[in-house]
């Protein structure tokens, strides 16, 4: 086990943000979560956390609030002191439909949860890790899905290209900040046993993948926790698969 540091993860109190929490606590973290509305899950996450030996603070904070994004990084960093790696994990899908159904009101809550925020996110945290801002480096992973790349249709094509455009944020933002001490990496995670699917589509879907079934937050949490590693150290601008070979 090492010491490594403080990492601040969004969407921590539920799913494949839960399990990274615990993940990086068992790899030496200290770990601050934030999480939108569930006080309950985001405490189960910081008792996990605490008896794996590491400290925790869950914070609510709204990732498409500029206030509430900085006051996430400032508590943590209060807390537990400042933030070596942020996984840019929180996310919601779009109800089941197609393209010539959308409306203004879904399209811009989806892509301001996940897209606009990724990157309002990342912006706080590299305003903190960048050598040029005074900072130490640190990692960023984006928690991207292999939708990005399969378009999703007649599901949601709204959240695969939302996630399209967290793609773009890995690459661009890592040969922005390369030379400032920040790497930044991504997952692309296919079909992953966590609440936030509609009811029915993992029995439905649960078979499709190549391996035969769909993977576990955890198995999610493995890779999340190797790339905010240092034994990830000589990449950056790549995004991994994660999707059981689909
Ligand atoms: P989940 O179980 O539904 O958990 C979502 C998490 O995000 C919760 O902690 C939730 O907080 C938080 N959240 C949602 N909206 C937020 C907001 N506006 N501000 C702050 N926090 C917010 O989802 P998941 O399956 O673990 O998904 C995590 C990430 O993986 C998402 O980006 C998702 O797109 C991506 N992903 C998931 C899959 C999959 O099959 N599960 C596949 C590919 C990619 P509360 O608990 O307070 O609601």
């Given at each position: 086990m090492t010491d490594s540091g403080v990492v601040l993860v969004t969407g921590g109190s539920r799913g494949i943000g839960a399990a990274a929490a615990i993940a990086l606590a068992s790899d030496g973290w200290d770990v601050g979560i934030g999480y939108r509305t569930r006080d309950d899950e985001a405490a189960r996450v910081v008792e996990a956390v605490e008896k794996l030996g590491r400290r925790?603070?869950?914070?609510?904070?709204?990732?498409?609030?500029?206030?509430?994004?900085?006051?996430?990084?400032?508590?943590?960093?209060?807390?537990?002191?400042?933030?070596?790696a942020l996984i840019n994990?929180?996310?919601?899908?779009?109800?089941?439909?197609?393209?010539?159904?959308?409306?203004v009101a879904r399209l811009d809550n989806v892509f301001r949860i996940n897209a606009i925020s990724a990157f309002l996110v990342a912006g706080a945290a590299v305003r903190r890790m960048s050598t040029?801002?005074?900072?130490?480096?640190?990692?960023?992973?984006?928690?991207?899905?292999?939708?990005?790349?399969l378009g999703s249709a007649g599901e949601?094509?709204?959240?695969?290209?939302?996630?399209?455009a967290v793609d773009a944020l890995t690459t661009g933002l890592a040969n922005e900040v390369a030379k400032e001490g920040i790497r930044i990496l991504g997952v692309r995670p296919g079909l992953i046993e966590t609440d936030i699917h509609e009811p029915g589509r993992l029995d439905r879907l649960g078979?499709?993948?190549?391996?035969?079934?769909?993977?576990?937050?955890?198995?999610?949490?493995?890779?999340?926790?190797?790339?905010?590693?240092?034994?990830?150290?000589?990449?950056?601008?790549?995004?991994i698969d994660v999707s059981g070979g689909r």
């Open positions: 925790a603070i869950a914070v609510q904070a709204d990732v498409v609030e500029t206030e509430d994004i900085e006051r996430l990084f400032d508590s943590v960093t209060t807390a537990l002191g400042p933030i070596a994990n929180a996310g919601v899908v779009s109800p089941a439909g197609r393209v010539d159904q959308y409306d040029q801002y005074g900072g130490s480096g640190g990692v960023i992973v984006n928690v991207s899905s292999r939708a990005a790349v949601y094509v709204d959240y695969a290209a939302s996630k399209a078979t499709t993948p190549p391996l035969g079934r769909p993977g576990t937050p955890e198995e999610v949490a493995e890779l999340i926790t190797f790339l905010a590693s240092d034994r990830s150290s000589y990449m950056t601008g790549t995004t």
